[in-house]
């Protein structure tokens, strides 16, 4: 099973007018609220220093986007850039994970907001951590989040969105498979009566590092607890600005969200612009069940 490319891609490209997305544009979150497609996504400009900017569509193609960003650099920790933001709505409120990069590495942090422009910083998660996301619902009364202690993919639970405990491994790269060196999760896991079909990136060191897209299939009470994970990627470089761009071979996505039971999914071409590719929620959730 692969994702099918949307035409008119890539449908997300960096605006020369605005010195601090003149560059790149790429790893962006989206949700559906209201009828509309929602992006915050990461942008550099010369400095490379990443900032976080606001577009809508009512199609997920055609954007319509502010001039500024709607989150900047403002901790120690952010001094580099603000990058690679997720973004979930649980009980009204919306949360968006992201990693701050300083001259320290990177730190995973939270924010929220309640209109998706403008947003609160929340109490920091952890250094060297990036890759998290919020599922959108609590399980077992508490908050779960998806992260990365490197290489591996975790889970964690928190009653509070500010103290996680409870922290176990998910799961690990593959020796010898397309996703050996590292993995990460992609966008929000999805909710089915099945599981929670959760989109990830992989990396292996063929032709530099390669990253892909995969999937699997987390069970619904417990997703620490995997119930299958399909063999093959779904989503693997092939178009020149998807290998050509500021990091080479590269689809990265941090958003999947799901509309009339079709799933789409957005990610960063080669660091440098944004892709779409979709699928039916059904037929990806049967490959993350049987692939």
């Given at each position: 099973m ?7 891609n ?6 020369p007018m605005n010195d ?5 544009v790429?790893?962006?979150?989206v949700?559906h609220?209201?009828g509309?497609f929602?992006?915050?996504?990461r ?7 990443s900032y ?5 569509s009512?199609?997920g193609?055609?954007?319509k986007r502010l001039d ?9 920790e952010e001094?580099r850039g603000?990058e690679?933001?997720?973004?979930v ?5 919306f949360y968006m994970?992201?990693a701050?990069?300083?001259?320290n590495?990177?730190r995973a ?6 209109n998706l ?6 109490k920091p998660?952890e ?5 998290h ?5 609590k399980i077992?009364?508490?908050?779960v989040?998806?992260h990365?202690?490197p ?5 964690g639970?928190?009653?509070?969105m500010e103290?996680?405990?409870?922290h ?6 593959r020796?010898?498979t ?5 993995i990460g999760?992609a966008g929000?896991?999805?909710y089915?009566?099945?599981?929670w079909?959760?989109?990830y ?7 530099g ?7 699997a ?6 997703p620490?607890k995997v119930?299958n994970?399909?063999?093959?990627p779904?989503l693997?470089p092939?178009?020149t600005?998807?290998h050509?761009g500021d ?9 999947n969200p ?5 799933v789409y999914?957005?990610?960063?071409g080669?660091?440098?612009v944004?892709g779409?590719?979709?699928?039916s ?6 490959y993350?069940?049987?692939?």
């Open positions: 692969e994702l099918k490319r949307h035409p008119q890539p449908v997300f490209m960096p605006n601090w997305e003149a560059l790149n790429f790893n962006c979150a949700v609220h209201n509309l929602h992006m915050l996504y942008a550099q400009g010369r400095s490379y220093t976080i900017g606001y577009a809508v009512a199609d193609v055609e954007w500024k960003p709607v989150m900047s650099p403002e901790l120690p001094s603000v690679d933001p997720r973004v709505e649980v009980d009204g409120t994970t992201y701050a990069y300083g001259v590495g990177s942090m939270l924010a929220r907001s309640d422009i403008t947003w609160e910083r929340m998660f250094w060297d951590n990036k890759d996301v919020i599922f959108p619902r077992g009364g508490r908050y989040m998806l990365r202690r290489p591996d993919i975790w889970i639970y928190s009653d509070d103290n996680w405990t409870d176990k491994v998910v799961m690990k790269p020796p010898g397309w996703e050996d060196l590292k999760a929000p896991p999805i089915t009566d099945d599981g079909v959760l989109i990136h992989g990396v292996n060191q063929d032709n590092r390669t990253y892909r897209l995969g999937v299939l987390l069970d619904l009470e417990d620490s119930i994970r399909a063999r093959y779904i693997e092939e178009e600005w998807e050509r990091v080479p071979h590269v689809v990265f996505s941090c958003a799901v509309v009339d039971g079709t999914v957005f990610y960063g080669a660091d440098r944004i779409l590719a979709t699928c929620l059904e037929e990806l959730k049967d993350a069940a049987n692939g």
